[in-house]
């Protein structure tokens, strides 16, 4: 797949996308986020494009938001969730576009809205304000934030084990990447690596050596000596990254309970591996 092409196709889908909502009376903002905001795009990039609406409109254009592209040239498919104001369109070039709905009233200041943007309209300045608002807003991790990944985190380590034991092991296979999921958010709140931080590299370009490595040597084949040694050496890593957070964060959870919880894992998968 040539990359020029790729380039010039989403070239051409954004110039499409802008005339449709330029030339809508009931839009009144439309602005570019992610990596062609951030400059930090390649050919395989897509395009995040947000779209203001009069607050009146709103509602019709998030119950209208998959019938819009359709009449794009190329459309192929979309994806999205129910009860959500936002869809992401596939067109035939391989290019894709994210286009969220807000009310021109929805622009609050927020972090996300300190992130690089490109505004293409901006018709009563509103988005100019959001982001003058939002300058120097920072993320925060709370302890709800932690308290939540860690939790998850180990449930995923208990139900692989369980899985693997009942020979579910497609199943186990698919919880193996919630719990890296929950690794890389573990790694970047110890470097104080926030979505700001993140903008021009992804993990295995900002991650630490190690659990970069553990990371890729856990992709495994689907049988069970495999998923254990997969699992007993991700539970490993994020035993010494539960230990890390609570100092770092100093948690109201107890390390404890946290690590009696992974060494239940550990323990059982040391002793199946010594048998």
Same mark, same amino acid.
């Given at each position: 797949?040539? =990359? ?13 996308a802008?005339?449709e909502?330029? $030339?809508? /009376?009931?839009? /009144? #903002?439309?602005?570019?986020?992610? $990596?062609?905001?951030?400059?930090s795009?390649d050919?395989y990039?897509? &395009? +995040? ?12 254009? %998030?119950?209208?938001r ?6 794009w040239?190329g ?6 969730? @129910?009860?959500?104001?936002?869809? /992401?369109?596939?067109?035939? $070039?391989?290019?894709?576009?994210? &286009?969220?709905?807000?009310? =021109?009233?929805d ?24 982001v003058?608002a ?5 993320? *925060?991790?709370t302890?709800? +934030?932690?308290?939540?990944? &860690? ?9 692989i084990f369980?899985r693997?034991?009942? #020979?579910?092991?497609?199943?186990a296979?698919?919880l193996? *990447? !919630?719990?890296r999921?929950?690794i ?19 993990f +295995?370009?900002? #991650? $630490? @050596? !190690?659990? %970069? ?9 689907c +049988?069970t ?12 890593l ?7 957070l ?21 323990? =059982? ?5 010594? /048998?």
């Amino acid at each position: 797949m040539r =990359e020029q092409r790729l380039i010039d196709a989403r070239d051409q889908l954004l110039a499409i996308a802008r005339q449709e909502f330029e $030339s809508n /009376v009931d839009v /009144v #903002g439309l602005f570019v986020a992610g $990596s062609l905001a951030a400059g930090s795009h390649d050919a395989y990039s897509d &395009i +995040d494009l947000r779209v203001v609406v009069k607050p009146e409109k709103q509602q019709w254009f %998030i119950e209208h938001r998959r019938e819009i592209p359709r009449a794009w040239p190329g459309f192929l498919f979309n994806e999205w969730r @129910p009860g959500t104001r936002h869809c /992401v369109s596939h067109f035939r $070039s391989f290019v894709k576009i994210d &286009i969220f709905y807000f009310g =021109e009233n929805d622009l609050q200041p927020s972090p996300w809205h300190a992130l690089p943007i490109t505004i293409l309209l901006d018709c009563h300045g509103a988005i100019q304000r959001m982001v003058r608002a939002s300058e120097h807003l920072e993320f *925060d991790v709370t302890d709800e +934030d932690l308290d939540f990944s &860690i939790s998850k985190a180990l449930a995923a380590t208990h139900e692989i084990f369980r899985r693997t034991r009942r #020979g579910e092991l497609v199943f186990a296979q698919t919880l193996l *990447d !919630e719990l890296r999921f929950h690794i890389i958010q573990a790694d970047d709140w110890l470097f104080g690596r926030t979505p700001r931080t993140q903008l021009f590299t992804k993990f +295995d370009h900002r #991650g $630490s @050596p !190690e659990v %970069i490595q553990c990371l890729r040597t856990s992709f495994c084949g689907c +049988d069970t000596g495999a998923l254990d040694a997969a699992l007993a050496s991700l539970c490993r890593l994020y035993r010494r990254q539960i230990e890390q957070l609570h100092t770092k964060f100093e948690l109201a959870r107890p390390l404890e309970s946290d690590l009696i919880a992974i060494d239940l894992v550990l323990g =059982e998968s040391s002793r199946r591996n010594s /048998v």
